[in-house]
């Protein structure tokens, strides 16, 4: 069975892995066999994360992290190569969804979230490719908000569109480097942070031909085969992961 393991080996950074889609990542991952570097802004969040990996037998370290800040990208990617001694998968999970009527909109709201959302993916790429070889893998966390419009997400709708084309840019540079760049959009899935009262998540689900929410390891799967060999020859992609919500 350990043979079968599709990331037996290999060493992976998850930003905003302390809850929600970035730990249910994490836990597949070690599942899959390799070792899980968690960043997450939250130590509490963090640390439960490692937890669990290791209840399942698994090795994860946590480091706390800013994925905004260029200096404490730098310093993620140091540790985990001092740790580790190499970087095989990034995945760019970080992400914020604060709702915010536009014309209410500040400028600081959206700074903030680009950062969060946009700018990081950026700069935890552009610091990890540094030590990435032929066979590393970039996975990013996008949404289908980058193609559907949502009330009052319009500095998010925005970050995640902008995820799509980067994704796209960078699986044409890195392509002569044999490291691929795709992403996976989810639709509504069930974390904490997305918690909604029963008639929303009603009226959610009514629009969604699958008849339920997802779950994070509905989104984990999917991400632990991109970053796996079986998917050498896809670049450039974004996949989406919604219960059909878009082919509506």
Known sequence: MENNMRLKNKIAIITGA??????GIALDFVKEGAKV??????????NETVR???KKKGKAIFIKT???????????VKNTTDEFGKIDILV??????PFVEFEKMQEADWD???NINLKSVYLCAQAAV???????KIINISSIAAIKGFQNLAHYCASKGGVNALTRALAMELSPKKINVNAVAPGAIETPGAKTDEKTKKLTTGLIPWGRMGKPEDIAKVVSFLA???ADYITGQVITVDGGWTVR
């Open 52 to 54: 669990q990996v290791k």
């Open 228 to 230: 796996s060999g079986d």
């Open 130 to 136: 540094t030590k990435m070889k032929a066979g590393g």
């Open 37 to 46: 570097v968690v960043a997450d802004w939250s130590k509490q969040g963090g």
């Open 18 to 23: 302390g809850s929600g889609i970035g730990r």
């Open 92 to 97: 760019n999970n970080a992400g914020i969804y």
């Open 66 to 76: 800013d994925v905004s800040n260029k200096e404490n990208v730098w310093q993620l």
């Open 112 to 114: 903030k979230l680009i």
